[in-house]
């Protein structure tokens, strides 16, 4: 996404009216009963980190990473599905457990190649040639002898999966459509700073989550309509980039009164209450302070 050049005004509307339509494309797959989408589930703080080595070994740029994580997360909860929905249908004694055991074995695998399809569908990056991924495999798993057919096999897998959708559409796109409807772009280091407390809640995911349901309901997620409304809350990456951009004022020269305006522009932006990505903001603020 490039967010350079006069033209950006007359796009930001139709841009969050699309970032809209896939949120609210996710939020319903996570109500539904006859499917399986748990955002994040299969982006443990272990995967998270790993996939942000791998992307700073291979130089990859941060809008790469973001894809490859997205991707990854949902390829991995569809194949899961895929897989277990097979197991039952052929009467096969399989569990939740013993299914993720099963498909765990080509996690690495997955892994890789969903960076190798992220730097071809990212303008901003080099893309991963065919050696570089053969030898980022061995790298991390010099148990298994991978080779070429494997790795097209493996894209195609992914794809497949998918319905050939990459999802461009992450968290990170979110942060900057939002910096530039509120004017911050321009924010000295406002973009860098927004990239490290985006990096910073994904490697503490489940903390800042449970931290910010604590504050709204008293307690952690504990019945399925609350692990469901937490979940909701998780796949709204305009609340998340919301909050990082409001967040990344507290690091600025930016006074108290400002950031309330911003925090209320961002509000009519992304149709969430003001004080609730004022609370998101604050909790990122401590983590970040922690780290």
């Not at 600025?252 to 903001?281: C, F, G, H, P, Y």
Request: proline content about 2%; charged content about 20%; glycine content about 2%.
């Amino acid at each position: 996404m490039d967010l350079d050049g006069a033209y950006i005004e007359p796009l930001l509307d139709e841009w969050l009216k699309d970032l809209q339509t896939v949120i609210k494309q996710e939020e319903d797959l996570v109500k539904a009963n006859d499917e399986f989408y748990m955002p994040f589930v299969a982006l443990p703080i272990s995967v998270v980190s790993v996939i942000f080595k791998l992307s700073d070994y291979l130089n990859l740029d941060s809008h790469t990473r973001y894809i490859a994580i997205h991707l990854y997360d949902k390829f991995m909860c569809k194949y899961f599905w895929q897989v277990y929905k097979v197991d039952i249908t052929n009467h096969t004694d399989s569990s939740w457990t013993q299914v993720c055991k099963k498909i765990s074995g080509q996690s690495k695998l997955y892994l890789v190649c969903c960076l190798q399809l992220a730097s071809k569908m990212d303008s901003h990056s080099k893309k991963l040639g065919i050696s570089q991924v053969l030898s980022t495999l061995q790298s991390i798993d010099n148990k298994t002898k991978y080779n070429r057919s494997i790795i097209f096999s493996s894209e195609l897998t992914i794809l497949k999966m998918m319905d050939f959708k990459i999802p461009i559409c992450t968290s990170l796109n979110c942060v900057e459509v939002l910096l530039a409807a509120t004017g911050l772009r321009n924010t000295p280091n406002m973009e860098n700073l927004s990239v490290t407390l985006l990096d910073l809640i994904y490697l503490q995911r489940e903390k800042l989550y449970s931290h910010l349901q604590c504050l709204a309901q008293g307690h952690i997620a504990k019945t399925d309509q609350e692990k469901r409304s937490l979940m909701t809350l998780e796949s709204n990456s305009l609340f998340l980039a919301a909050a990082v951009v409001l967040c990344g004022t507290f690091f600025t020269n930016i006074n108290a009164q400002t950031a309330k305006v911003i925090a209320s522009k961002l509000s009519n932006l992304v149709d969430i209450e003001a004080d609730n990505i004022w609370d998101m903001a604050n909790i990122l603020l401590v983590l970040a302070i922690q780290e």
